[in-house]
């Protein structure tokens, strides 16, 4: 007989992976596709994830109405110089899902991550399938010493990558980027100066990139590979922009900002 301490660890590791009650409400969804039992479908409308035409550089919804443009992106970001590829958001970072994302910080909210992860993942995958590069794209977290970390030292973003990875059967490049400074929380400081304050925040972890193939999964190194750069929230995209500079000078290919919630209009 195992220890019980055993049996209620293995049901918690069983219930992570194949959750069958809703992280928001607890009710069953059981009946639900597997893969699909991290949000019951009452909670998923709440949650009401973008499902009209988005900006494929800034992830911000198109207006219908907007004339196709021979320039990438939209007008809202036109102007900006990312150093990101392009960027994908599951919804908008208001109502329900801002909630759920607030959730997601909290030492008891990782159910919620996991299963924002896991949505992600399936909203990802015409994206996923469009990726035509040789090798499966790395899902690689930001890293966030300078938020407020949950005691076991699990991070949103990390916890997002985490069940993302999983669901959606790619390699989960953990540690790969590292904060080479530690700048003060993005919240806290002015639009106008966010910038600036992550400039420089990140670089690679050399080891990981000279390791490549076995520490990171798959059959080739960082050079040139797509990379999901995963957050959960993305406001002004200064902290994914400082992200993917670090990847790019590493010799990453195509870096693609992938977010749960985007901020939609004002800061
Ligand atoms: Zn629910
Ligand atoms: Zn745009």
């Given at each position: 007989m195992p220890q019980p301490w055993i049996t209620a660890a293995t049901h918690a590791v069983a219930d992570l992976v194949f959750?069958?009650?809703?992280?928001?409400?607890?009710?069953?969804?059981?009946?639900?596709?597997v893969g699909r039992r991290g949000f019951c479908f009452a909670c998923l409308r709440d949650l009401a994830p973008f499902d009209g035409p988005r900006c494929g550089r800034c992830a911000l919804p198109r207006p219908p109405d907007a004339s196709p443009s021979a320039?990438?992106?939209?007008p809202a970001c036109r102007a900006e110089r990312y150093a990101f590829d392009g960027a994908w958001a599951w919804?908008?970072?208001?109502?329900a899902l801002r909630h759920a994302v607030l959730l997601a910080?909290?030492?008891?909210g990782r159910g919620v991550a996991a299963a924002l992860g896991e949505q992600m993942s399936v909203g990802l995958a015409d994206l996923l399938a469009a990726d035509a590069s040789e090798a499966p794209p790395l899902v690689a977290p930001i890293p966030s010493p300078w938020r407020r970390r949950v005691r076991r030292g699990v991070t949103p973003a990390e916890e997002i990558a985490r069940s993302l990875a999983r669901a959606a059967r790619l390699p989960l490049a953990l540690g790969l980027l590292r904060t080479a400074k530690s700048p003060a929380r993005q919240a806290s400081v002015a639009p106008s100066d966010r910038w600036r304050n992550v400039r420089g925040a990140f670089r690679v972890s050399e080891r990981l990139r000279r390791l490549g193939a076995d520490r990171i999964?798959?059959?080739?190194?960082?050079?040139?590979r797509t990379v999901?750069?995963?957050?959960d929230v993305l406001t002004t995209g200064a902290t994914c922009d400082a992200a993917a500079r670090a990847l790019r000078k590493a010799g990453s290919g195509r870096v693609v900002a992938v977010v749960a919630a985007r901020r939609v209009g004002g800061l």
């Open positions: 959750p069958e009650r809703c992280a928001l409400c607890a009710a069953s969804t059981a009946d639900q596709a320039e990438p992106g939209c919804g908008p970072y208001q109502g910080k909290r030492r008891s999964g798959g059959s080739q190194r960082l050079e040139g999901l750069l995963v957050d």
